[in-house]
């Protein structure tokens, strides 16, 4: 800003973020899911809240780092992946809709990482330098595991960890500690490689099993967002991300009531883990997206299409 002369404002949003992003990470943590706060933090803080500030100081417009862009057509407007596919920040930024996107603009998205810092330094910006953000800026150590356990009221025990079958293997550290797919850190000797497949919650168990066990056709989603604002009206063929950094894989999705989607692959596909985000594209183009539920409420869905939302 003192490089540019513009004005620098500075606005505290500890309590609010406190409220709607930590809470939400401690949160998801305790009922067994493992969330992706950035999504989060997109969706209620950058593009809610520091929007609405940005609009009304009269700004026209919010401009962010991410690697990901915007297209204006006569139909509305469209999120595309960033040109730097492995910087590519859509899969967060699936939560945007027609309003926000009108009053966004993602300056580097046509650009290379590398391309960025050398800009960065012709124009002598002291950040050129600067290392990549983390994902999990509020926990500065980068530990969550210690994180969980000094902020989460919720006192994390230790655990039996199960094969398919319920027969005893080990004993896990505390539920929130471990994520669907994981191998490694579950000290337990088998012969053959063991990944976790579910956490029971009402047991406190840790459910592994081995890699053919772990691969699913299905998933549904909730708070599920179309960035057109009109859900499909007949199952879509797309590709689907379920983790940031996962590679999109062809499926179909449907639209189904209360705002949730049901996703079938096309083969099956390891690490689908409650929490994470479920998002849809048409080649580079981001759709949209919801949040993925744990196979407990796939069940009751499938008894019950018109329960209520988690």
Not at 65 to 83: M, S
Not at 129 to 153: A, I, N, P, T
Not at 272 to 289: E, K, P, W
Request: proline share 6%.
């Amino acid at each position: 800003a003192d490089q540019l002369n513009i004005p620098f404002y500075a606005l505290d949003t500890q309590d609010h973020f406190r409220k709607t992003i930590v809470q939400f990470f401690i949160d998801e943590h305790q009922n067994g899911r493992t969330p992706n706060p950035c999504i989060e933090c997109n969706r209620q803080i950058r593009f809610d809240y520091l929007l609405n500030q940005a609009l009304a100081l009269d700004a026209d417009y919010l401009a962010t780092g991410h690697y990901a862009r915007v297209r204006h057509t006569p139909d509305g407007y469209q999120l595309l992946e960033g040109v730097d596919a492995a910087k590519d920040q859509s899969y967060v930024l699936h939560v945007l809709g027609q309003k926000q996107l009108a009053h966004l603009l993602f300056p580097i998205g046509e650009y290379s990482k590398p391309y960025v810092r050398e800009l960065a330094k012709k124009f002598n910006l002291p950040v050129a330098s600067k290392s990549d953000s983390q994902d999990l800026c509020f926990v500065g150590d980068g530990d969550y595991h210690r994180f969980l356990q000094e902020y989460s009221k919720q006192q994390y025990l230790p655990g039996p960890i199960l094969d398919s079958d319920g027969n005893t293997l080990g004993e896990h550290k505390g539920l929130p500690f471990y994520t669907i797919g994981q191998r490694k850190g579950l000290y337990i000797s088998a012969p053959e490689p063991l990944y976790v497949l579910r956490k029971e919650m009402a047991q406190n168990a840790l459910v592994v099993g081995s890699l053919a066990e772990l691969g699913e056709t299905k998933l549904t989603a909730r708070n599920v967002n179309w960035m057109d604002g009109v859900p499909p009206s007949a199952p879509l063929p797309v590709q689907i991300k379920i983790r940031y950094k996962a590679k999109a894989v062809d499926g179909m999705v449907t639209a189904l009531e209360n705002g949730r989607c049901h996703v079938h692959f096309n083969q099956p596909i390891t690490g689908i883990t409650a929490g994470q985000g479920a998002v849809f594209y048409d080649g580079n183009r981001c759709l949209g997206g919801g949040t993925i539920e744990n196979k407990k409420e796939i069940e009751r869905l499938e008894s019950d299409p018109h329960s209520p939302t988690f």
